[in-house]
DNA sequence: AGACGTACCTGACAGC
DNA sequence: TGCTGTCAGGTACGTC
């Protein structure tokens, strides 16, 4: 599930809950643990609390008073907001409990999980392999970017190296609003098609935060793509569909033309 | 560099 | 009913 506007949305989550102390820390399932240890988690938490969070990609960071937790949130993650009696879920594997209820880390597929770094610094560390945050990409950062790939334009938006943030769906998404094909070579692209795909990039991503998802919408190349026999929702022409280094990839052959 | 395959996990669904 | 294969919005790693 969770790419950019999603994690936005847990960022936001959390938000409204810093500064209430954390009263302790509970590991339903330690395999999603990324070099810390349960213990080292809850002695390293119980008592702080966390301060405003940030987003970096698809990367949540929760400063508390001096280590911060760093969350990702792989295909199934979410961070969610329960009252106390709330029952758990069966794929909750991390709860911090604050005074009025509880943050609960679910995910089914324990993809990714749950970092611990002593310092901010230890924290940014551990980020540095990352792109400039798609919300941040100016148009001529996006063009100097995507000049600077010979790849294809799907397979370079969703490289977290190049820009932190789009997965699969943003960017068929974007690439659909733009009507570029993303089979495309990514520098390739002329300037006007530059110009054209930051604004679909904006867009998409607002919208998208606004919904704290990619909205599977009608007239969304999302709300099409999973339905028996796809079609564009603005032109009608039968989607097209083939398996781009592991993810499925969907345009309009019609809108976005030119493939190979 | 870039494209692929494989691996890590769990669950839903189609087809036999 | 139960099995098998495939697919799902994540990334890392090895190989060509």
């Keep these: 599930m969770p790419e950019l506007p999603d994690v936005e949305g847990f960022r936001r989550v959390l938000a409204e809950h810093t500064g209430e102390p954390i009263a302790s820390v509970s590991v339903l399932d330690p395999g999603v643990l ?3 240890t349960a213990r080292r988690l809850r002695t390293a938490l119980r008592g702080r609390r966390f301060e405003e969070p940030h987003r970096h ?12 937790v760093l969350l990702h949130f792989g295909m199934t993650g979410s961070l969610t907001w329960h009252r106390p009696d709330e029952p758990r879920h069966r794929h909750d594997r991390v709860v911090w409990k604050l005074p009025d ?5 679910r995910d089914m597929r324990k993809l990714q999980g749950v970092r611990l770094a002593a310092t901010a610094q230890e924290a940014d560390e551990t980020l540095e392999t990352l792109g400039p945050d798609a919300l ?3 148009r001529d950062d996006l063009a100097a970017t995507l000049s600077a790939h010979r790849g294809r334009l799907k397979t370079t ?3 977290q190296a190049v820009i932190a943030g789009l997965g699969n769906l943003l960017a068929d998404e974007i690439c659909w609003r733009a009507r570029i094909n993303p089979l495309r070579p990514a520098r390739d692209l002329t300037a006007p098609d530059l110009t054209t795909l ?15 998802r990619v909205p599977p919408r009608r007239t ?17 022409t039968p989607l097209e569909s083939r398996r781009l280094s592991g993810r499925r990839t969907v345009w309009c052959p019609h809108c976005q033309p030119d493939g190979a």
Excluded: F
């Excluded at 209820?101 to 880390?105: A, F, I, N």
């Excluded at 930051?198 to 704290?212: E, F, G, T």
């Design 136 to 138: 941040n990409l100016s």
């Design 57 to 68: 990609g698809k990367w949540l960071l929760a400063p508390a008073q001096g280590p911060v």
């Design 220 to 236: 969304w190349l999302t709300g099409a793509r999973d339905t028996p026999a796809p079609t564009c929702p603005r032109c009608g």
């Design 157 to 159: 938006l969703t490289d």
């Design 198 to 212: 930051h604004r679909a990039m904006r867009r998409v991503l607002h919208d998208s935060i606004k919904a704290a």
């Design 101 to 105: 209820g509880e943050l609960r880390y």
């Design 34 to 36: 990324r070099g810390v």
